[in-house]
């Protein structure tokens, strides 16, 4: 179904995006929570074995993303073992609203991670401790018990009252909460980028970046703000640049995906993996190959791009966009680099639910697509 941008639909977002912030807001303990967060977030001694923490993936100056871009997946505290996608910038999460299927446009809303798995940021947070291929810890009570250990661990009883590290359960669902709190800091939405400061007044913008933004909420042209909503709310909310909706692209495998080479154990598919994406969690092959709708704010930085990290330009994405039903298939699974020389696309890893509505023949020339990347580079946080 197509997609419109509307006020309406935004302000709908936003009304969903904005209670965690208020709640936090009200919370008297949150200096204290967030400072708690902040120390667990950059713990490195709470991986199995330590040396990884939330940071090493998420990191504040890559956009709290992966700062290693050499693959497109991100490597666990195991060296030899790595996650099947790439990792989303934590920034701006907080305001994506809690999972839930919307019976009126008849798709998947909100939620954490690439397929929604998670409902909320609390719920996020806890999985990395505990999957194989990242954090590597057994159980709950594992990373617990290192938490209690730690010089910080006094300062949950100050937070969330007397003996809040006694039960394993309840402690496991503190620590969540302190990282969620930190995510739930300006540090992580600052708002602060050229774009913004545009829309404020206080800005400029060349001619081109603004050719770009012209093409980029054109519903002939880019159509972009269909899925990424690039004005502000009705009551002067600043855009998120996602609808936190879910599509399916059409994008191809990556070749250079490590995950098709890890052990067994932990993909028993090997390099015949497809990742179901939505349908995967929800159990639907209705939604197989629908992917969140990320934020293009900080795009610039967040490179490699997709789920899977199969574009490492925000150029060659764009192109994608453009002429991915145009272009003849490649033969076989190549490289962005390849596709883009050999002028073809790779045939996409899930053809069944593919969006052809809002992109894949656009019509953009090239000098247009440099328009639309240049306005995008105008989204960076200062």
């Given at each position: 179904?197509?997609?419109?941008?509307?006020?309406?639909?935004?302000?709908?977002?936003?009304?969903?995006?904005?209670l965690?912030?208020?709640?936090?807001?009200?919370?008297?303990?949150?200096?204290?929570?967030?400072?708690?967060?902040?120390?667990?977030?950059?713990?490195?001694?709470?991986?199995e074995?330590?040396?990884?923490?939330?940071?090493?993936?998420?990191?504040?100056?890559?956009?709290?993303?992966?700062?290693?871009?050499?693959?497109?997946?991100s490597?666990?505290?195991?060296?030899?073992?790595?996650?099947?996608?790439?990792?989303?910038?934590?920034?701006?999460?907080?305001?994506?609203?809690?999972?839930?299927?919307?019976?009126?446009?008849?798709?998947?809303?909100?939620?954490?991670?690439?397929?929604?798995?998670?409902?909320?940021?609390?719920?996020?947070?806890?999985?990395?401790?505990l999957?194989?291929?990242?954090?590597?810890?057994?159980?709950?009570?594992?990373?617990?018990?290192?938490?209690r250990?730690?010089?910080?661990?006094?300062?949950?009883?100050?937070?969330?009252?007397?003996?809040?590290?006694v039960?394993?359960?309840?402690?496991?669902?503190?620590?969540?909460a302190?990282?969620?709190?930190?995510e739930?800091?300006?540090?992580f939405?600052?708002f602060?980028?050229?774009?913004?400061a545009?829309?404020?007044g206080?800005?400029?913008?060349?001619?081109?970046?603004?050719?770009?933004?012209?093409?980029?909420?054109?519903?002939?042209?880019?159509?972009?703000?269909?899925?990424?909503?690039?004005?502000?709310?009705?009551?002067?909310?600043?855009?998120?640049?996602?609808d936190?909706?879910?599509?399916?692209?059409?994008?191809p495998?990556?070749?250079?995906?490590?995950f098709?080479?890890?052990?067994?154990?932990?993909?028993?598919?090997?390099?015949?993996?497809v990742?179901?994406g939505?349908?995967?969690?929800?159990?639907?092959?209705a939604?197989?190959?629908?992917?969140?709708?990320?934020?293009?704010?900080?795009?610039?930085?967040?490179?490699?791009?997709?789920?899977?990290?199969?574009f490492?330009?925000?150029?060659?994405?764009?192109?994608?966009?453009?002429?991915?039903?145009?272009?003849?298939?490649?033969?076989?699974?190549?490289?962005?680099?390849?596709?883009?020389?050999?002028?073809?696309?790779?045939?996409?890893?899930i053809?069944?639910?593919?969006?052809?509505?809002?992109?894949?023949?656009?019509?953009?020339?090239e000098?247009?697509?440099?328009?639309?990347?240049?306005?995008?580079?105008?989204?960076n946080?200062?």
């Amino acid at each position: 179904m197509k997609k419109t941008f509307t006020p309406g639909r935004l302000m709908l977002i936003l009304s969903c995006a904005t209670l965690p912030l208020a709640v936090v807001a009200a919370d008297a303990t949150l200096d204290a929570k967030v400072q708690l967060g902040r120390v667990l977030f950059f713990d490195t001694s709470l991986s199995e074995p330590a040396g990884q923490s939330c940071a090493t993936c998420h990191a504040p100056g890559a956009a709290f993303t992966d700062p290693d871009t050499a693959r497109p997946t991100s490597k666990g505290v195991h060296p030899e073992r790595f996650g099947n996608r790439n990792t989303p910038s934590a920034m701006y999460m907080a305001f994506s609203p809690k999972f839930h299927f919307d019976p009126e446009e008849k798709h998947y809303v909100g939620g954490q991670f690439w397929d929604g798995r998670s409902a909320t940021l609390e719920d996020q947070a806890k999985e990395p401790f505990l999957n194989p291929v990242e954090m590597a810890n057994p159980s709950k009570r594992a990373v617990v018990e290192k938490v209690r250990r730690a010089a910080y661990a006094d300062q949950f009883d100050a937070v969330f009252g007397k003996g809040a590290l006694v039960s394993v359960n309840r402690a496991f669902d503190h620590i969540a909460a302190a990282i969620a709190a930190f995510e739930r800091t300006p540090e992580f939405q600052p708002f602060a980028s050229r774009y913004d400061a545009w829309l404020a007044g206080k800005g400029q913008l060349s001619e081109q970046e603004l050719r770009g933004l012209q093409l980029y909420e054109d519903e002939k042209k880019g159509n972009c703000a269909a899925c990424h909503p690039s004005q502000r709310g009705p009551k002067g909310e600043p855009p998120l640049f996602t609808d936190f909706t879910y599509d399916n692209l059409g994008v191809p495998r990556n070749p250079e995906n490590p995950f098709y080479g890890q052990d067994k154990k932990f993909n028993p598919q090997g390099a015949k993996f497809v990742d179901r994406g939505l349908g995967g969690f929800v159990k639907q092959r209705a939604e197989d190959g629908k992917f969140k709708v990320p934020t293009l704010r900080n795009i610039a930085k967040t490179a490699p791009y997709m789920h899977n990290g199969y574009f490492k330009t925000l150029r060659g994405t764009v192109a994608f966009y453009n002429d991915r039903d145009i272009r003849p298939a490649c033969k076989g699974d190549v490289s962005e680099a390849d596709a883009l020389a050999q002028g073809c696309w790779p045939k996409p890893e899930i053809s069944r639910n593919l969006n052809t509505d809002e992109m894949g023949k656009l019509g953009l020339s090239e000098q247009e697509i440099d328009d639309i990347v240049a306005f995008m580079l105008t989204l960076n946080d200062e």
